[in-house]
């Protein structure tokens, strides 16, 4: 069974804070991706990672960045932190695979509160 | 470009009804379909899939069609369990797509009584 970790369930971290949220995924897989998921909006995707050191920005990058230094590593850094990221944030990856369709996997969530 | 329309929630049912949750999709080429289910308190998890036309996904008694000519891939079961109760989303990988990026609808919240 494909395992994503993330570091932490909850977190409390005060405006203005640089904010790490980390995950790890114990299946090789190629593609990883951070979510912040919010009630009435849905999930949305904030940035992703098709391979080691590189990265693309998904629908609402701003104010977030990220780091994948090692494959199975996917790390999502709040620069500095504001109230309007407080949410949910879910990490999955996936294996690309020959038609580029295969599942996403998902982590557990870090719910993250930002006082 | 690529969007995916399921059925406002939130949806209440009896323990032992049938449940039908519906979801359209507009996309590129020819998308592979899921359902993800999210459970209080947990990250998502894949129900079923279907990757091509007429394709029918199932697991845990649930089951959808990926109906081309409708571009619908609805969600179903028989008997639904008071376990059963969480959030239901419904995602596409559109044909062509790079990195496997999902396209998911805004989810549809059920819940179950005894």
């Given at each position: 069974d494909v395992k994503v970790t993330q570091s932490s369930r909850y977190l409390v971290k005060r405006t203005g804070e640089k904010v790490f949220l980390e995950c790890v995924q114990d299946m090789d897989h190629e593609n990883m991706f951070w979510y912040r998921q919010d009630p009435g909006l849905g999930l949305r995707l904030i940035y992703f990672s098709y391979d080691v050191k590189m990265k693309e920005k998904g629908d609402i990058p701003e104010g977030y960045s990220v780091s994948r230094e090692k494959k199975e590593r996917f790390s999502l850094i709040l620069e500095s932190a504001s109230t309007n990221q407080t949410s949910m944030y879910l990490c999955?990856?996936?294996?690309?695979?020959?038609?580029?369709?295969?599942?996403?996997?998902?982590?557990?969530?870090?719910?993250?509160?930002?006082? | 470009g690529n969007s995916v329309t399921q059925m406002e929630g939130p949806v209440t049912l009896s323990e032992e009804a049938f449940l039908t949750i519906n979801c359209t999709y507009t996309a590129t080429g020819y998308p592979s379909l899921f359902w993800y289910v999210q459970y209080p308190g947990e990250g998502l998890q894949l129900l079923l899939k279907a990757t091509k036309a007429d394709d029918k996904g199932s697991n845990k008694g649930f089951e959808a069609t990926y109906r081309k000519e409708?571009?619908?891939?609805?969600?179903?079961?028989?008997?639904?369990?008071?376990?059963?109760?969480?959030?239901?989303?419904?995602?596409?990988?559109?044909?062509?797509?790079?990195?496997?990026?999902?396209?998911?609808?805004?989810?549809?919240?059920?819940?179950?009584?005894?």
């Open positions: 999955a990856s996936s294996y690309t695979g020959a038609l580029g369709n295969q599942p996403q996997h998902f982590g557990d969530g870090t719910r993250l509160s930002i006082l | 409708t571009t619908s891939f609805h969600l179903e079961k028989g008997s639904v369990q008071v376990s059963d109760s969480a959030v239901y989303f419904c995602a596409l990988i559109a044909g062509g797509t790079s990195y496997g990026k999902l396209t998911f609808g805004q989810g549809t919240i059920l819940t179950v009584h005894p």
